[in-house]
């Protein structure tokens, strides 16, 4: 007996009950192999039950049938974000770690928050970690979150829920036609004919783009919120920035620009250290004298990075010193009480004591001469 494809084919066909409808699923990588071992087994089936001329009607059938599947072409691997990140609400202040999980998401470049390009701390096929940075100027609402592609492309941010449901086409049960990544699933009929997926087509085309295609949105939403530790410190700015704590700390006449800082730090939840205190009994050099504090801070690299003059990273919150002859020292020590960043350059104010003030802006601080340095308060 021969043992050729042709009789393989015919072998397996003629084992299933003729009465039976039978599912094949095609790779449509490998649907050529499959359509050539389908035209075998029509043809054995064909042979036996009506002849030559049947045989030839039912090759070409199941040839059509052939061609309008291979048309389909699944479309390349493309990055897709899911909709619904890990963490929804971040703090002004920046710093959390965010992850959004995807599919081929290695293919992912770059990630931007509010427009600004991200650390990408942790990339894998299916998930992305990064950083989400401190709000522009403090700022609280809604920023979106955009991933691109290697060529700069934005990438779909779906609702993983319309993914599966997006791959439905045809009549269902009926033709038995489904577009679902590279796979397509065909009836045979009882004659062993592989019956048509779909009317034409044009039909099946539409229906492998719409699958490609599930519901995108425009990007991913963060949400900024106000840091509670800053909401604490301002609240007491505001309130003692005119009338003294008294009752609490003491009042250095004529100089307790520093001394209010390190009350409205306190404020915030910043804990004494042996370098950093106040207490009925006396206190630390850092606590009252602007220069020593800057010396303090330097030490503090876990809660306080020095940006020196750069004001883009400034935010409400952080503490500002002049150096008003401009002979290395500080001679001044504010907060800064509100921050706006326009074409022209990044504003700042500040509150303090000595020269009491809610938004003196620092711009008319050095007018007469003199710099101002930031401290990024973390």
Same mark, same amino acid.
């Given at each position: 007996?021969?043992?050729?494809?042709?009789?393989?084919?015919?072998?397996?066909?003629?084992?299933?009950?003729?009465?039976?409808?039978?599912?094949?699923?095609?790779?449509?990588?490998?649907?050529?192999?499959?359509?050539?071992?389908?035209?075998?087994?029509?043809?054995?089936?064909?042979?036996?039950?009506?002849?030559?001329?049947?045989?030839?009607?039912?090759?070409?059938?199941?040839?059509?049938?052939?061609?309008?599947?291979?048309?389909?072409?699944?479309?390349?691997?493309?990055?897709?974000?899911?909709?619904?990140?890990?963490?929804?609400?971040?703090?002004?202040?920046?710093?959390?770690?965010?992850? @959004?999980?995807?599919?081929?998401?290695?293919?992912?470049?770059?990630?931007?928050?509010?427009?600004?390009?991200?650390?990408?701390?942790?990339?894998?096929?299916?998930?992305?970690?990064?950083?989400?940075?401190?709000?522009?100027?403090?700022?609280?609402?809604?920023?979106?979150?955009?991933?691109?592609?290697?060529?700069?492309?934005?990438?779909?941010? @779906?609702?993983?829920?319309?993914?599966?449901?997006?791959?439905?086409?045809?009549?269902?049960?009926?033709?038995?036609?489904?577009?679902?990544?590279?796979?397509?699933?065909?009836?045979?009929?009882?004659?062993?004919?592989?019956?048509?997926?779909?009317?034409?087509?044009?039909?099946?085309?539409?229906?492998?783009?719409?699958?490609?295609?599930?519901?995108?949105?425009?990007?991913? @939403?963060?949400?900024?919120?106000?840091?509670?530790?800053?909401?604490?410190?301002?609240?007491?700015?505001?309130?003692?920035?005119?009338?003294?704590?008294?009752?609490?700390?003491?009042?250095?006449?004529?100089?307790?620009?520093?001394?209010?800082?390190?009350?409205?730090?306190?404020?915030?939840?910043?804990?004494?250290?042996?370098?950093?205190?106040?207490?009925?009994?006396?206190?630390?050099?850092?606590?009252?004298?602007?220069?020593?504090?800057?010396?303090?801070?330097?030490?503090?690299?876990?809660?306080?990075?020095?940006?020196?003059?750069?004001?883009?990273?400034?935010?409400?919150?952080?503490?500002?010193?002049?150096?008003?002859?401009?002979?290395?020292?500080?001679?001044?020590?504010?907060?800064?009480?509100?921050?706006?960043?326009?074409?022209?350059?990044?504003?700042?104010?500040?509150?303090?004591?000595?020269?009491?003030?809610?938004?003196?802006? @620092?711009?008319?601080?050095?007018?007469?001469?003199?710099?101002?340095?930031?401290?990024?308060?973390?």
């Amino acid at each position: 007996m021969q043992n050729t494809p042709f009789h393989r084919a015919r072998a397996r066909v003629a084992a299933l009950p003729a009465t039976t409808m039978r599912r094949v699923v095609l790779s449509t990588a490998a649907f050529g192999a499959v359509a050539a071992c389908a035209l075998g087994a029509v043809a054995a089936n064909s042979w036996a039950a009506t002849g030559p001329k049947s045989l030839t009607d039912a090759a070409q059938a199941s040839l059509q049938n052939a061609e309008l599947v291979a048309s389909v072409t699944p479309a390349p691997a493309e990055p897709v974000v899911f909709d619904g990140a890990s963490i929804d609400e971040v703090p002004v202040t920046g710093g959390t770690e965010v992850s @959004v999980e995807g599919t081929d998401l290695t293919m992912v470049a770059a990630v931007a928050v509010d427009g600004d390009e991200v650390e990408i701390i942790e990339h894998a096929d299916d998930a992305i970690a990064f950083e989400v940075p401190a709000s522009d100027a403090g700022r609280t609402g809604d920023v979106d979150v955009t991933f691109l592609d290697e060529d700069g492309a934005e990438v779909s941010v @779906v609702d993983p829920a319309s993914v599966g449901d997006a791959a439905s086409v045809g009549d269902g049960a009926a033709n038995g036609a489904s577009v679902a990544g590279t796979e397509l699933v065909q009836v045979l009929t009882d004659d062993g004919v592989l019956a048509p997926v779909a009317d034409d087509a044009d039909e099946l085309d539409a229906a492998a783009a719409d699958a490609s295609d599930p519901a995108a949105s425009d990007a991913l @939403v963060l949400t900024y919120v106000p840091d509670p530790a800053i909401e604490r410190q301002m609240d007491y700015v505001m309130k003692h920035w005119n009338s003294y704590n008294s009752a609490e700390y003491i009042v250095i006449s004529g100089a307790d620009c520093a001394n209010f800082t390190s009350q409205s730090l306190a404020a915030r939840g910043w804990k004494f250290t042996s370098q950093w205190y106040y207490t009925a009994a006396g206190y630390s050099p850092s606590w009252i004298s602007s220069t020593a504090l800057r010396d303090y801070l330097a030490t503090q690299t876990n809660r306080a990075t020095d940006l020196g003059s750069d004001r883009s990273q400034v935010k409400v919150g952080d503490v500002a010193q002049f150096d008003w002859d401009n002979s290395g020292d500080r001679d001044h020590t504010t907060i800064v009480s509100r921050v706006e960043h326009t074409d022209s350059g990044t504003k700042v104010w500040v509150a303090g004591h000595t020269k009491d003030s809610d938004y003196w802006n @620092v711009d008319e601080a050095i007018a007469s001469g003199g710099s101002v340095y930031f401290w990024s308060i973390h």
